[in-house]
């Protein structure tokens, strides 16, 4: 299986700045799409930012231009950067990887366990 473990979350201001990483590890063949999901209280799970295998990223439109998806495929590693910060993005923040493993060849979606990021007004 795959196991994927988030960092860099926290409390920052409105305006500030956080980095999220997300780290696999595991039996893997190949990772193909990783991404950011965020889910605040009350609300769906809603798509952050993804970025496919040959680094094609998608945003949502209510972070474009302050955040920025990348990856480190030689360390089976995401990352989001997240600025100018608004108080609506907080949520926990969950990273996903489509990826293949010795045990489960076929492709599925892998999850993280979440972050908290929490921006004051």
């Known amino acids: 299986q795959m196991q994927l473990v988030e960092s860099g979350g926290g409390l920052v201001q409105a305006g500030g700045s956080l980095r999220l990483s997300c780290a696999a590890s595991g039996r893997i063949f190949s990772i193909n799409a990783m991404g950011w999901y965020r889910q605040a209280p009350g609300k769906q799970r809603e798509l952050v930012a993804t970025i496919t295998s040959g680094g094609t990223t998608n945003y949502a439109d209510s972070v474009k231009g302050r955040f920025t998806i990348s990856r480190d495929n030689a360390k089976n590693t995401v990352y989001l950067q997240m600025n100018s910060l608004k108080p609506e993005d907080t949520a926990v923040y969950y990273c996903?990887?489509?990826?293949?493993?010795?045990?489960?060849?076929?492709?599925?979606?892998?999850w993280g366990q979440g972050t908290q990021v929490t921006v004051s007004s």
């Open positions: 996903m990887m489509n990826g293949r493993t010795v045990l489960r060849p076929s492709a599925n979606d892998y």
